[in-house]
């Protein structure tokens, strides 16, 4: 299993990265019920900064956002748990097979793979997602010059890719440059 293919099934919900019930019983080779049974019957292992549920609104959005079969396979008085990284670690324990274990290994490696992009400012990938941003802020911009009215829609977009640019620039440290410096001493 390819660690592509684990990191296309995390998202980012109330600020954590997480995985969603129905994502991780297709990589267990499970049932979404039986995932969510196990869960209950060992619920005090999974606090919340393990495991959440999302409510209406997250959901319907993740459902807008993106095109997923569970919705039909899902109650729909149902909504998905989220598991954090340490919630996806005890899933294993609680699902007790070779398959759980083995599957956590690698979820646990997709997490930290993300985690080391995103701390790395200086990585390839990063340097490739600023370009592109700044790419898309310019083609937006460029789209509204000459119109004076844009949308509130579009003045959110906007703002956003500038935060996600200023969250991607490498930190600015003030310290005082180093060696002799005759200013100092007049």
């Given at each position: 299993m390819k660690l592509q293919i684990i990191q296309s099934k995390i998202?980012?919900?109330?600020?954590?990265?997480v995985m969603l019930d129905f994502d991780l019983a297709e990589l267990y080779e499970t049932e979404t019920r039986i995932l969510n049974q196990a869960v209950k019957?060992?619920?005090d292992r999974f606090?919340?900064?393990?495991?959440?549920?999302?409510?209406?609104?997250?959901w319907e959005s993740m459902l807008s956002q993106?095109?997923?079969?569970?919705?039909?396979?899902?109650?729909?008085?149902?909504?998905p748990l989220a598991f954090t990284?340490?919630?996806?670690v005890m899933m294993s324990s609680v699902l007790r097979s070779n398959i759980a274990v083995s599957v956590s290994v690698l979820i646990v490696r997709a997490f930290i793979t993300l985690r080391r992009l995103i701390n790395t400012p200086h990585s390839d990938g990063n340097i490739?997602?600023?370009?592109?941003?700044?790419?898309?802020?310019?083609y937006v911009e460029e789209i509204f010059a000459d119109q004076n009215d844009i949308n509130e829609d579009t003045r959110i977009q906007l703002e956003l890719i500038n935060e996600t640019l200023a969250k991607l620039q490498p930190a600015?440290?003030?310290?005082?440059q180093i060696g002799f410096n005759s200013d100092r001493y007049k």
């Open positions: 998202y980012e919900i109330r600020g954590q990265k019957r060992n619920i606090p919340e900064d393990f495991m959440f549920q999302l409510n209406e609104s997250e993106f095109v997923m079969t569970s919705r039909t396979k899902r109650p729909k008085s149902s909504l990284e340490y919630g996806v490739r997602i600023t370009n592109e941003l700044k790419e898309l802020k310019e600015k440290h003030n310290r005082p």
